[in-house]
C-alpha cells in the first residue's frame, strides 16, 4: 500500500487548508485512514481518523474538533482532511496513515500499517 498525501503550505492564523491522502496498492477489505502530525521536537499526534466503509465512524483529537473535518471519498480511496481557524499550534508536519483498525481506536494507538510521508503545515501569527 502507498500513500500519497498534498495539500500543505503555509497560511496565516484563521486560514484554511485542505490536505489529501490517496492510497493504491492492495489496501485491507476494512480499513481506516486519518492523520496525525508532529510539531517540531515533539511527539507525533492523533488528529482524526475515517473508516472507509459502509460504517461513517469518526474520530478527532480535541485540539481540532470543531475545525477540522475529516471526509472520505471511498471509490478514489482518498481521504480529506478540511482545516479552517488554524492556529500557531497546528504547526507541524502532518502525516497520513492506513490502518484496518478502526477510526475510533487511532486515538489510543499510535501505531499504524502504512504510512505516507509527511506534508508540512505551517501556520503564521
Known amino acids: 500500500v502507498q500513500l500519497q498525501a498534498s495539500g500543505g503550505g503555509l497560511v496565516q492564523t484563521g486560514g484554511s487548508l485542505r490536505l489529501s491522502c490517496a492510497a493504491s496498492?492492495?489496501?485491507?477489505?476494512?480499513?481506516?485512514m486519518g492523520w496525525f502530525r508532529q510539531p517540531q521536537g515533539k511527539d507525533r499526534e492523533f488528529v482524526a481518523a475515517i473508516s472507509l466503509g459502509a460504517d461513517d465512524d469518526t474520530d478527532y483529537a480535541d485540539s481540532v474538533k470543531g475545525r477540522f473535518t475529516i471526509s472520505r471519498d471511498n471509490a478514489k480511496s482518498t481521504v480529506y482532511l478540511q482545516m479552517n481557524s488554524l492556529k500557531p499550534g497546528d504547526t507541524a508536519v502532518y502525516y497520513c496513515?492506513?490502518?484496518?483498525?478502526?477510526?475510533?481506536?487511532?486515538?489510543?494507538?499510535?501505531?499504524?500499517?502504512?504510512w505516507g510521508k509527511g506534508t508540512q503545515v505551517t501556520v503564521s501569527s
Open positions: 496498492g492492495r489496501t485491507p477489505s476494512s480499513y481506516a
Open positions: 496513515a492506513l490502518d484496518p483498525q478502526a477510526a475510533g481506536l487511532w486515538r489510543y494507538y499510535h501505531s499504524r500499517d502504512y
